[in-house]
């Protein structure tokens, strides 16, 4: 087994319009996200995925300039890159697809390249379970770690599917409102344990701006959200987090509930960069000392003396 | 100035129903459930409130056997109490107003007793900004922190007496959506530094399940919300979140940041229990361990190894 991280998701081009401005045709999908975000531990990363003959050359130089292996990206001749347009309410929780053209996605076969069957780490982005489930098995040996993102339009239109794949994998990373929705519980806590018997030993919920939880059998972390003083474009954030999750344990090399905690912290704090800015700009220049900064942050935010928790204080 | 916490505030009867089941005129009221989690830290507390003459024997013994002073608590002769009637939604942060009676609320002039004119804390609870005001007017000197909690009722009708009452205050207490009415800002952090404007230097903005945060000049501090299995009644949740803050406080009888960090740990434990049962039956029972208890688990909840942070992994 070799020390990668292996990354299967959409490339993709988005147009996207928030009450605080638009962007048209710029680069998106949940393996650039991720890679780029990952891309930070500066660790070994490979995506698997697909593109059209109109994929800006650019793109390609910005992503590989990461250190991210691009061999599994299949380029189809004469194809169009997977589109995707959509628009946020005043409130940026809320957001209507305009427009989806899977184009080059609709027929998509992963092929994962020879020298990337057996990662560390594999990372399923959100996108077709059946894609998630064909790359998962053409891996020749089991990676230590399996993380699986997903969505509601996967649960709702080919859960049969996606369950066998939340079967096969060793953490679920899912929102709030969606872990809710694939285990039919009333509280994130139900819905964490009901997903453990899935299959998942590990389960992330995210919750935007109000953080992200992990649960496994005994203990349960709670990651505040780095509260930015504007958000500009959410597009992206989740993709963001899992990669940044993924990077930082495959940098540690230890997939222990203790070193997963301190990855949420990470994942938190890089997801707060990608939704300053519109689409992947904010994590093209990331400084370390930037990261470094919200992370100190983030860990100040929920620190204090734990000296003055006293029992004899009641 | 003596070691007391001087609370006015509402004491009620409550009709309440939420999916999870009814109660009829049970005993609620921002003061009383303020009261009864305050009275956890075994602390000298004095209520100031009005009661009709129906107000059950009962519930004043319940009270009082907390140790909580009821000399400010004018009865009104032939006067019924307070009265309220809410329905909650299956989405319990939803809640509609089905009656409300003020009854002997509607003329109430505040008296605090000769003996409670010196309180080192003064919590000003939920209610018009008039009776607030009559009551900071009756200090006989400026207690040492005062401490306001209000609701959007108030900022919609009352507006200007309210900014008169928080002018004068150390600490404002409100919930998130409030927050940003009061201010018009976008994010919390912005409607914490216009607050501070008005002269509170702190400010703690409510996000019920998501938990709330402490904010002054220079510190952010973030207390998650105890995840709790199931809620029954949410009524006085917020009552019992800044009750249980200002009798930390008054028990320690320090009121730096540090310490209300703290505080806003014991407030969410505290808060997590009031919610579990109706009305303020939880808050009658609770017994050392389990608050203890529940406090550590928050402790851990957001604890990591922090050696694990380290420049060098970015």
Redesign the interface.
């Known amino acids: 087994m070799s020390n990668k991280l292996l990354v299967v998701g959409t490339m993709a081009y988005d147009s996207i319009e928030t009450p605080y401005g638009k962007a048209e045709n710029i680069l998106g999908g949940a393996a650039t996200y991720i890679g780029l975000a990952a891309s930070?531990?500066?660790i070994n990363i490979g995506i698997v995925s697909v593109i059209g003959e109109d994929f800006n050359l650019e793109y390609i130089e910005l992503i590989t300039k990461r250190k991210i292996d691009l061999t599994g990206v299949e380029e189809i001749k004469g194809g169009k890159t997977f589109f995707w347009k959509g628009r946020y309410h005043e409130n940026l929780n809320i957001r209507d697809t305009i427009e989806t053209k899977l184009n080059v996605l609709e027929n998509f076969v992963p092929k994962v390249p020879l020298n990337w069957k057996t990662p560390k780490i594999l990372l399923l982005g959100n996108l077709h379970p059946e894609v998630q489930l064909s790359a998962l098995n053409q891996m020749n040996e089991r990676p230590e770690l399996i993380i699986l993102d997903s969505m509601n339009f996967w649960i709702d239109n080919f859960r049969e599917t996606l369950d066998k794949v939340i079967n096969r994998v060793d953490v679920l990373c899912i929102n709030d409102e969606e872990a809710l929705e694939l285990t039919k519980q009333?509280?994130?806590?139900?819905a964490a344990n009901e997903i453990q018997k899935y299959g998942p030993k590990y389960v992330i919920i995210k919750?935007g701006e109000?953080?992200a939880?992990l649960f496994n059998k005994e203990n349960?972390?709670?990651?505040?959200a780095f509260?930015?003083?504007?958000i500009k474009d959410p597009t992206g954030a989740g993709d963001c987090f899992v990669g940044s999750f993924a990077g930082?344990l495959m940098?540690?090399n230890k997939f222990s509930f203790?070193?997963m905690?301190?990855g949420l912290?990470?994942a938190s704090a890089l997801a707060s960069f990608s939704v300053e800015e519109f689409g992947t700009q904010a994590l093209q220049s990331l400084s370390?000392n930037k990261?470094?900064n919200r992370?100190?942050y983030l860990?100040d935010?929920?620190s204090?003396?734990?000296k003055?928790?006293n029992?004899d204080?009641?």
């Open positions: 930070n531990f500066r009333k509280t994130l806590i139900g919750k109000h953080g939880m349960i972390f709670f990651a505040p509260p930015v003083k504007s930082y940098k540690i203790e070193k905690k301190v912290i990470y370390k990261i470094h992370i100190n860990k935010l929920t204090f003396d734990s003055l928790i029992f204080i009641l």
